[in-house]
């Protein structure tokens, strides 16, 4: 019997792909589609890769509408209306904290992530009842699947939120679940994940669940996976970008399109070390009137750059931190001198919690992190009554019986 559900093919090839370089490739040469096909149709193992394909770059068109909001959420970037181009009045809400509901910017995000959940959930569904000819290919379904029913889940436990200060997310639907509850169901799809992967893919949740430990205070199960994850030389884990959906940074808060600027605060690391632009570039925008002149950030400098979702630097600066937690300075140093060197940067001589955060800062600039850390370190630079979470959209709450009201 035929379900309601139709899959709009559109969203499943998108023209947008990931790659870890050198270890992980896709090529996107599917000729275009046409119209709509029945969802039973793609019940099929010839119809595996389209849709893990479709799955990936859903990815690509959901991490960098979050980040970008995120960071702008985040003390990291700032919106001013004196900046040529800016005109979303969505914009100065996120960066005040002062979000309403209907937030078109945080309803997008939002929706694009609602995407990436259930084409990857789906997927795995459909590996479960697909009878597979070649188990290689139930393999990939099950790995993609899962990993990025993972990414999706985390994404709702670090950046969404019922309330100002309760993170967390729904899927299906459902109840509300909170934070802590969003990351370990998370991890349970990258554990669900581990035995399909190859061994960089590996390294790569590995990171990834490493980082949700760190997150959620875990330090000995984020130190069993961080010795695990990505190692010095690995290729980042990143989503690509191209003309047909641009990188959102490039495109809103870069050379495409000058909204957001760099938080001066940043800017200070470079006036410190000039090297620094290595790890924070950026290029000079005059306002409108020619008064002032903003810094806005330069990382992504082509609608094509990619976003990194995971790097060997970022895991070697969370065994740095638990390094320095459990008292061993000399190595948490030797980590994230290693990080330094890889940009070509002098080494430090010496390192507390202070310098971390720093580091941290710089190395994860405009990836999405810096909100984060700034609720973990208690760093908060808004008042303690903004939004410390991009809202749960009033879409979602209108449509679902369990957010009524809320």
């Not at 190395?363 to 999405?368: A, I, Q």
Request: charged share 20%; with cysteine.
């Amino acid at each position: 019997m035929k379900t309601a559900l139709r899959l709009v093919l559109s969203f499943l090839v998108m023209a947008i792909l990931l790659t870890g370089a050198g270890c992980e490739k896709w090529v996107n040469n599917i000729d275009p589609i046409i119209g709509q096909v029945e969802d039973e149709a793609l019940n099929d193992e010839s119809q595996i890769p389209i849709l893990i394909n479709g799955v990936k770059g859903q990815f690509a068109s959901t991490i960098d509408l979050v980040f970008l909001a995120a960071d702008l959420l985040s003390d990291e970037l700032g919106y001013d209306a004196r900046l040529p181009g800016a005109t979303y009045s969505t914009y100065p809400q996120i960066d005040e904290g002062i979000i309403v509901l209907d937030n078109y910017t945080v309803n997008a995000a939002y929706v694009n992530l609602g995407e990436l959940r259930f084409y990857a959930d789906d997927l795995v569904r459909r590996a479960g009842e697909i009878s597979f000819a070649k188990e290689d290919a139930k393999n990939e379904a099950l790995l993609w699947g899962n990993f990025f029913g993972g990414v999706a889940r985390y994404f709702y436990a670090a950046y969404f939120g019922l309330n100002p200060n309760e993170g967390g997310g729904v899927i299906d639907g459902g109840p509300f679940i909170p934070s802590a509850e969003m990351y370990n169901l998370a991890l349970q799809k990258f554990e669900a994940a581990l035995p399909y992967a190859n061994a960089y893919m590996k390294r790569v949740i590995h990171s990834l669940m490493a980082r949700i430990y760190l997150f959620t205070e875990d330090y000995m199960n984020a130190r069993t996976h961080a010795e695990q994850g990505l190692q010095e030389g690995d290729p980042p884990f990143q989503s690509l970008h191209n003309l047909e959906s641009p990188n959102e940074y490039w495109r809103n808060a870069g050379h495409g399109r000058t909204q957001l600027y760099v938080s001066t605060w940043l800017l200070d690391y470079v006036k410190e070390d000039p090297a620094e632009a290595a790890r924070i570039p950026v290029f000079p925008q005059t306002t409108k009137d020619k008064a002032d002149t903003f810094y806005i950030q330069e990382k992504y400098a082509t609608e094509s750059d990619p976003i990194p979702l995971i790097t060997w630097q970022e895991n070697s600066l969370i065994l740095a931190e638990l390094d320095l937690r459990d008292g061993n300075s000399a190595s948490a140093l030797a980590y994230v001198n290693a990080v330094r060197a890889s940009h070509g940067l002098a080494a430090l001589s010496d390192l507390d919690m202070n310098g971390l955060i720093a580091e941290r800062n710089k190395e994860l600039f405009v990836t999405g992190i810096r909100l984060i850390d700034q609720r973990r370190f208690n760093q908060w630079h808004l008042d303690e009554n903004a939004w410390h979470f991009l809202p749960i959209p009033e879409s979602e709450r209108n449509a679902n019986p369990n957010l009524t009201g809320k």
